[in-house]
């Protein structure tokens, strides 16, 4: 007749090395984590590579974009953020207008553009030439500033009869120190009394100092 207690040792046996063995994945020690010591949430703990943060600049549109970086620390830097600051030089223009407007003096100050959106959109602020202040726009890209333009309508301009409506264009370019800005503007400058017959386009140049 069949005893089964005669087989119960043997089960138990088979039993426990299914405990050790067979029901045991290995894993029990794995610690999941980030293995790079680079992340902000490094865990030298690790076993088991997990998800990595890394803080950084997340603007495509910065010089020190980050395409690691998970989180945005604030600390993007713009081509404008070189040029923000306020300058003193020189303004000439030649021929006779350079009379009305030329400056060994000259101060320009040079801000963050209206749309905050525009991270390398600046204003160009030539201040007290012949007796006016000129803003100007230009986008700022690497040591350059490009797309230098303005428009004043109807302004009088010294030891010239009557009133113009003036536009400028340009460049301009900052030394490697980031101190000295070079910029070349291009004046149209028309007399609002079509009947005048004055039409001027003077190439002036600027050079001035970071103060």
């Given amino acids: 007749m069949f005893k089964s207690n005669k087989f119960f040792p043997i089960l138990l046996f088979i039993f426990s090395i299914c405990l050790f063995a067979c029901g045991d994945d290995g894993d029990s020690n794995e610690i999941t984590g980030c293995m790079d010591p680079a992340a902000d949430?490094?865990?030298?703990?690790?076993?088991?590579?997990?998800?990595?943060?890394?803080s950084g600049c997340t603007d495509p549109d910065a010089e020190n974009y980050n395409?690691?970086?998970t989180t945005d620390d604030n600390s993007c830097i713009y081509a404008r953020d070189k040029f923000i600051g306020t300058y003193l030089g020189s303004f000439t223009c030649p021929g006779f207008i350079g009379?009305?407007?030329?400056?060994d003096s000259i101060v320009v100050t040079i801000e963050?553009?209206?749309d905050a959106n525009l991270k390398n959109q600046v204003i160009i602020t030539l201040?007290?030439?012949?007796g006016f202040d000129i803003p100007l726009t230009a986008t700022a890209q690497a040591d350059s500033l490009f797309?230098?333009?303005a428009e004043l309508p109807g302004i009088p301009?010294?030891?010239?009869p009557g009133t113009y409506d003036v536009k400028g264009t340009g460049l301009a370019a900052i030394s490697s120190d980031?101190?000295?800005?070079?910029?070349t503007v291009i004046l149209d400058i028309a007399n609002t009394d079509p009947n005048s017959g004055i039409v001027i386009n003077s190439e002036c140049e600027l050079v001035a100092i970071k103060q």
């Fill in 41 to 54: 949430n490094y865990n030298p703990n690790a076993t088991v590579d997990g998800n990595c943060e890394y």
């Fill in 67 to 69: 395409e690691l970086a």
């Fill in 99 to 103: 009379a009305a407007v030329n400056t």
């Fill in 112 to 114: 963050n553009g209206l």
């Fill in 127 to 130: 201040l007290d030439v012949s």
């Fill in 147 to 149: 797309d230098i333009a």
């Fill in 157 to 160: 301009i010294n030891s010239l």
């Fill in 178 to 183: 980031e101190t000295t800005l070079s910029a």
